[in-house]
């Protein structure tokens, strides 16, 4: 996921923790990395971005997902397949790959990189990384003949540079007709794929990025939107962590009553 303008309980502990543990790191008091941010507002995003892109426990989440996408997609494969041919839909961003270099220099800015207007240069001239796990599974699903569409709110006047980047990382199936970036909404992009395909799995790191149930909503109606497709997380939708950026990031914290006494 990349930007918000489309507005998780989990069935696994695997998914139990990926949500955890970022709400964790966001949730914890900022750090800053170094004076200059000391003064500056969105130093409150800094633990994090630290978190998501320094922490080792970042890295085994997002291995861990992947790999339970992996023997999903293994168990789906080995059953008799009829009618459509099998196609996943993947985001990209900090699903994919790893944009946090382009966050940790606006954040040394003082930028707010949550405005989303630094995301487009970064899509022509920044070098993002993969996130750990994700082409080994790609390449497996491509492999296995499974159809791949990645569905991304990257903007569409840099679909030629989106799309070198993809092919510099090495990843399978990257052409005008499996990138569908940013136009029409993506609950209309992921329809257009399953008019040809049976659709076995969507990741992402952020709830819109599998069903519109979740577009443009509170808090609370996530919070029942998840419950709602409990029987969804970890078998045909894996969510990555994030701890960047999401509709989360102003929610109001619960803390206990109790005065801290020194």
């Known amino acids: 996921?990349?930007?918000?303008?489309?507005?998780?309980?989990p069935v696994s502990a695997l998914v139990a923790a990926c949500i955890t543990l970022s709400s964790v790191a966001q949730?914890?008091?900022?750090a800053t990395p170094d004076k200059?941010?000391?003064?500056?507002?969105?130093?409150?995003?800094t633990m994090g971005l630290r978190y998501q892109q320094q922490s080792a426990e970042i890295r085994a989440l997002q291995r861990q997902s992947w790999?339970?996408?992996?023997?999903?997609?293994?168990?789906i494969l080995s059953e008799p397949q009829e009618g459509k041919p099998l196609a996943i839909i993947t985001d990209l961003d900090e699903?994919?790959?790893?944009?946090?270099?382009?966050?940790?220099?606006?954040?040394?800015?003082c930028h707010d990189y949550t405005s989303w207007d630094t995301w487009g240069d970064w899509e022509k001239e920044g070098e993002p990384t993969l996130i750990p796990g994700a082409r080994a599974f790609l390449d497996y699903a491509s492999d296995h003949d499974?159809?791949?569409?990645?569905?991304?709110?990257?903007?569409?006047?840099?679909h030629a540079h989106t799309m070198e980047t993809l092919k510099a990382l090495g990843l399978p199936q990257v052409d005008r007709e499996h990138v569908l970036l940013l136009g029409p909404p993506k609950q209309a992009r992921r329809a257009s794929v399953e008019k040809d395909h049976r659709v076995v799995m969507q990741l992402g790191d952020t709830l819109h990025d599998f069903s519109e149930d979740f577009a443009k909503k509170s808090l609370n109606d996530e919070y029942q939107a998840v419950q709602d497709n409990t029987e969804r997380f970890g078998n045909d939708w894996i969510v990555l962590p994030n701890a960047t950026y999401g509709s989360w990031s102003d929610a109001t914290l619960d803390g206990w009553d109790k005065p801290l006494t020194p």
């Open 146 to 158: 499974v159809a791949i569409y990645y569905i991304s709110d990257r903007l569409e006047e840099n």
């Open 95 to 109: 699903t994919v790959i790893d944009n946090s270099a382009l966050l940790v220099r606006d954040l040394k800015a």
């Open 67 to 75: 790999a339970l996408a992996t023997y999903r997609l293994k168990d």
């Open 1 to 9: 996921m990349r930007r918000l303008t489309d507005r998780y309980l």
């Open 36 to 45: 200059a941010l000391s003064n500056c507002p969105v130093a409150a995003y």
């Open 27 to 30: 949730a914890s008091a900022p």
